[in-house]
């Protein structure tokens, strides 16, 4: 029996890439900062380079502490609450920010989004399609 899937949203991304890269946007009060992500289904939570909760103002060491653990290390994050929005789905998450001003890889995390998201790849193609969780299509 064939499967029928509906998505909102479908984001071609460059196969010439390591990983599926896609465009960020963070919003924290007025200010926002926009920039891409790795999309990381083994990642527990989402992860972004200390400068841009800088860019949004966030005093980055007042949030919440959060060791992450990794196959190769283990790093200090801070968790705060703003809001993401990838493909024009947001809603407002808990993300971590880098403690070390010399992490840069920002990754996109099963906790605070994938949880959120309906999701589909066609990596052959370079297709990943999106909506929100709740979307009724």
């Not at 963070?26 to 891409?36: K, R």
């Not at 992500?37 to 959060?66: M, N, W, Y």
């Not at 024009?88 to 840069?104: L, Q």
């Amino acid at each position: 029996m064939a499967a029928t899937l509906t998505f909102r949203h479908l984001f071609h991304y460059a196969l010439d890439q390591i990983g599926i890269t896609i465009p960020v946007r963070l919003q924290w009060g007025n200010t926002q900062a926009v920039f891409t992500a790795k999309v990381d289904t083994g990642a527990s939570f989402c992860i972004f380079a200390r400068a841009h909760g800088e860019a949004l103002g966030l005093d980055i060491e007042a949030g919440r502490p959060q060791r992450i653990g990794t196959v190769m290390c283990s790093f200090l994050t801070f968790g705060h609450t703003v809001t993401l929005s990838v493909l024009e789905v947001s809603f407002e998450t808990t993300v971590y920010f880098t403690e070390e001003a010399s992490f840069h890889r920002n990754v996109l995390g099963q906790h605070g989004w994938l949880d959120r998201l309906q999701l589909g790849l066609v990596d052959y193609e370079g297709k990943l399609y999106l909506s929100d969780y709740n979307d009724a299509l």
